[in-house]
């Protein structure tokens, strides 16, 4: 489905809804790391890439304080007051706790929202990574701004959809989605400073092109898993900061202060930091390895990236480790890692750009021989972050 087709989907499925065309297109981009796993909630760094995949909110203002909203994507509508905004109380809907939050946490900044009809429509896969909880979040930011009056420096209202997912929604996320989703280029990655919320535009060599992997192995965060992994890390850091009191996150910490003192660290704790202090450097090697292409570099990045993700973050299931031996099989292979939190979802490969399409049809059919599952293969382009679809 092209852009026009898209837009007349949207806009023939509000019209049925709402009685009318919507006076406003708002958009944001999901995102893929390229390297960085659970670095952003540590404070150090991510190389982040939006995605060519993205969340429209077509949007008409109403005459009271009430939001109505629906999806194309998701069963189920609703509508909430934003003079009391509560979670939804049916589990079909929590799909909206996303677009409540973000209206609750304005509001408490201080901003008047006005009310409106949305429509959402989404080209992210659910549940896979790649942000489309955080590219809702951004679309819904936009929408009130446009329609309530006001403007937001894009870096406060990324941080307003971390808030609004870590109180409201429950996920106690770092900030790289919603700092991906809201400030993304088109044409690079980013490398992304979680401590300084500041960013690098990082190119990468036009002979590489990155393509998704898609497990089809749903993913679930607000599970103890990813909770647990964030405590072992804070554990660590308190650990760490009695012997060097300037440490205030795992940011701080070099593998030669880590080897020092790992002694004192409870073993899953010392294997979680460890992994870390690993891939933030990581991801400072891969600022100069991407826009010069280099291959072996990029393999062994990549390669590291995911066995510690396996072996010491323990972030990876079967369909993952049956991923990776797909893509490492593939026509044109670069390198190939998890992405996003991991426990399923996507993973992503570096692919020699002229092999693209070789790469995709041999991994999947790699994958479903040995999973019986059928994934979802295809490249993604670096693309804007959020804003206005159409002026």
């Not at 690079?188 to 089809?216: E, F, M, Q, Y």
């Not at 701080?252 to 002694?263: A, E, G, L, N, T």
């Not at 991407?290 to 510690?308: C, E, F, I, N, T």
């Amino acid at each position: 489905m092209n852009t026009q087709e898209r837009l007349e989907r949207v806009t023939n499925a509000f019209r049925t809804r709402f009685g009318a065309e919507p006076s406003s297109w708002c958009r944001a981009p999901g995102r893929v790391d390229l390297m960085g796993s659970h670095t952003d909630y540590n404070l150090g760094y991510v190389m982040t890439m939006t995605v060519d995949r993205d969340t429209w909110l077509a949007a008409r203002p109403r005459g009271d304080r009430e939001v109505h909203v629906a999806s194309l994507n998701l069963p189920g509508s609703a509508q909430f007051s934003l003079d009391d905004i509560q979670p939804a109380g049916d589990s079909e809907l929590r799909w909206t706790d996303y677009i409540r939050g973000v209206a609750k946490v304005l509001q408490e900044a201080g901003h008047r929202l006005a009310g409106f009809d949305g429509l959402i429509h989404s080209t992210i896969p659910l549940g896979s990574g790649l942000s489309s909880s955080a590219a809702l979040e951004m679309a819904t930011a936009i929408a009130f701004q446009e329609l309530s009056g006001f403007h937001l420096d894009t870096v406060e209202m990324a941080r307003l959809g971390q808030r609004a997912e870590n109180q409201f929604v429950g996920v106690n996320c770092g900030i790289l989605d919603q700092y991906s989703s809201a400030l993304g280029r088109a044409g690079a990655a980013l490398l992304l400073d979680c401590r300084d919320l500041t960013s690098l535009d990082v190119p990468i060599h036009p002979d590489i092109g990155v393509v998704i992997c898609d497990t089809k192995a749903p993913r679930q965060l607000i599970g103890t898993e990813y909770t647990d992994r964030r405590r072992q890390c804070e554990a660590g850091v308190r650990v760490l900061q009695q012997r060097q009191p300037e440490i205030s996150s795992l940011r701080d910490v070099s593998i030669d202060v880590f080897q020092r003192y790992q002694q004192d660290l409870p073993p899953a704790v010392a294997q979680r930091c460890r992994f870390i202090i690993e891939e933030n450097s990581r991801v400072l090697e891969l600022k100069d390895a991407l826009p010069h292409g280099d291959r072996q570099k990029l393999h062994h990045l990549l390669h590291a990236s995911y066995v510690g993700a396996r072996d010491l973050y323990e972030i990876a299931v079967p369909p993952m480790e049956a991923m990776m031996n797909a893509m490492l099989q593939g026509p044109g292979v670069i390198g190939a890692r998890q992405a996003g939190a991991g426990f399923g979802g996507c993973m992503v490969a570096l692919v020699e750009a002229d092999h693209v399409e070789r790469f995709a049809s041999g991994v999947a059919e790699a994958y479903t021989r040995a999973t019986g599952l059928q994934p979802s293969i295809y490249p993604v382009v670096a693309a804007p972050g959020a804003g206005l679809l159409l002026a």
